[in-house]
């Protein structure tokens, strides 16, 4: 875990075209959180972003349609920081948000990158997993969040301060597959945290543009996939049936989440006898759980 002692686009721009820098809210679609400065610093560079000097509880760099958030260590700071960039600059449907920083490990390679598929927050005990609805560039693994720095690496998970908190906030704001974490190896057994300078997790992040660049590209074309103008079958289905208005929330995320894990495919299923929006959700439910989905 952590302890201190002390521009171009071509992926990006190619899936997803720039938008006016204009302040509205279709203008930012792809949210990158990261807990530190120096985890910052290579990717407001990399993007050419600019600080918003107005903005004074978080740091927040922007440059549509990247808009990259400071939030300060540990989970409270991660969530508030994901809470507060999205009542902001959120309104895009389909957000893509990422938390990329660093980890510790008990063996990992010191720069190794990681796309993480499991989250164990030790805290609560309670397990996420962020369905990977594209090829990763990078291996994949599990983390354990745990509220201060884990220095024992006495298990087989990467550790950190807060993928749990991000993970379980993002995805109020989108869709499940769109909330993403990245983590580089910065710590481990033969090369404890007392190590960790701030240039050093700098150097680390910026090793790794491409791949962030990467993930980012393929979570933005995902996003353009599933952002549908209000879908024929969500008005046939509210004027069929009575959905409350937390109800209809949730009827356009599973519908979302079906096109994000089809490709766009017809949804079969059979709607004959039900008779309110609550069975019509349940069986949505059902059929996409069943749902056979192989990368």
């Known amino acids: 875990m952590r302890s ?25 679609r792809l949210f990158i959180y990261a807990a530190l400065p120096c985890e910052a610093k290579p990717l407001t560079e990399h993007f ?11 740091d927040v760099h922007v440059r549509p349609p990247v808009c990259l958030t400071v939030t300060g260590l540990g989970p409270c700071a991660m969530a ?26 008990q063996h990992h390679a010191v720069g190794s990158l990681f796309l993480i598929d499991k989250i ?16 990763p560039p990078c291996a994949t693994g599990s983390i354990r969040t745990a509220p201060k720095p884990q220095l024992a690496y006495d298990h087989a998970d990467l550790c ?17 597959e769109l909330v993403q974490c990245l983590k580089i190896i910065s710590d481990n057994r033969s090369h404890p945290s007392d190590r960790i ?9 910026a090793a790794h ?17 599933i952002t549908f103008p209000e879908s024929r079958l969500m008005a046939e289905l509210t004027s069929r049936y009575h959905f409350t208005a937390n109800e209809r929330i949730q009827l356009r995320k599973q519908l979302q989440r079906w096109a994000c894990l089809t490709g766009g495919q017809a949804l079969d299923i059979d709607w004959s006898g039900l ?21």
Not at 48 to 58: D, M, S
Not at 92 to 100: Q, S
Not at 275 to 295: A, C, H, M, S, Y
């Open 48 to 58: 050419k972003l600019r600080k918003e000097t107005a903005v004074k509880p978080f």
């Open 160 to 176: 950190d301060m807060e993928a749990a908190a991000f993970y379980e906030t993002a995805i109020r704001f989108t869709s499940a």
């Open 209 to 225: 543009l491409g791949a962030i660049e990467t993930v980012s590209a393929k979570l933005l074309r995902l996003a353009a996939s």
């Open 197 to 205: 300078t701030p240039q050093a997790v700098s150097a680390l992040i």
């Open 4 to 28: 201190f002692k002390n521009g171009r686009l071509p992926a990006l721009a190619e899936s997803f075209p720039s938008l006016p820098e204009t302040r509205h809210d279709d203008c930012y």
């Open 120 to 135: 164990l927050d030790a805290g609560s005990g309670r397990c996420f997993y962020p369905p990977l609805a594209f090829s």
């Open 275 to 295: 008779t309110k929006g609550k069975d019509v959700l349940q069986r949505l439910r059902q059929r996409i759980d069943n749902l056979e989905f192989r990368l």
């Open 80 to 105: 508030a920081g994901v809470a507060y960039s999205q009542a902001l600059y959120g309104g895009a449907e389909n957000p893509v948000l990422i938390n990329v920083g660093i980890a510790g490990h």
